[in-house]
């Protein structure tokens, strides 16, 4: 009896439980539960601007997008001009990045490092994502 009991137990539990995938498992943009926190980073960010393009920040961006979208619960869309409330991402190299990060930074960094710095850009409050080169 005690061994249909375990087994009702263990089918029955089965049906509840959902295993997480591997992507989910260390990748998850679940909306950011803290109200007040939330109403504050939606504000804050509007758009995402790469400066650059190649393979790994395509992979970069689709992944940005897709987690601003799962935290914020909010349509973020890549913008060709930088406004009020984007994220800028590039490599160090870039015309628009060099204006906004001091030199310095980069060395500091190191090849696969990466630097996040709240800038004012022509009046727009922005978000600045950069690296040495599109790894970091």
């Known amino acids: 009896m005690?061994?249909?009991?375990?087994?009702?137990?263990?089918?029955?539990?089965?049906?509840?439980?959902?295993?997480?995938?591997?992507?989910?498992?260390?990748?998850?943009?679940?909306?950011?539960?803290?109200?007040?926190?939330?109403?504050?980073?939606?504000?804050?960010?509007?758009?995402?601007?790469?400066?650059?393009?190649?393979?790994?920040?395509?992979?970069?961006?689709?992944?940005?997008?897709n987690g601003l979208s799962g935290l914020l619960v909010k349509n973020i869309t890549e913008q060709e001009l930088i406004e009020n409330g984007s994220i800028v991402?590039?490599?160090?190299?870039?015309?628009?990045?060099h204006a906004l990060i001091q030199a310095n930074i980069f060395h500091k960094i190191g090849k696969e490092g990466f630097v996040i710095e709240t800038r004012n850009y022509s009046g727009k409050n922005i978000i600045v994502i950069a690296a040495n080169n599109n790894i970091g």
């Open 89 to 97: 991402a590039g490599p160090a190299g870039d015309p628009t990045i």
């Open 2 to 65: 005690k061994k249909y009991f375990l087994l009702l137990v263990y089918c029955f539990t089965l049906g509840f439980l959902r295993a997480e995938d591997g992507y989910r498992l260390w990748l998850r943009y679940d909306k950011i539960d803290d109200d007040n926190l939330l109403a504050q980073y939606r504000n804050s960010i509007s758009s995402i601007h790469f400066t650059n393009s190649s393979a790994t920040l395509d992979a970069a961006k689709a992944e940005l997008l």
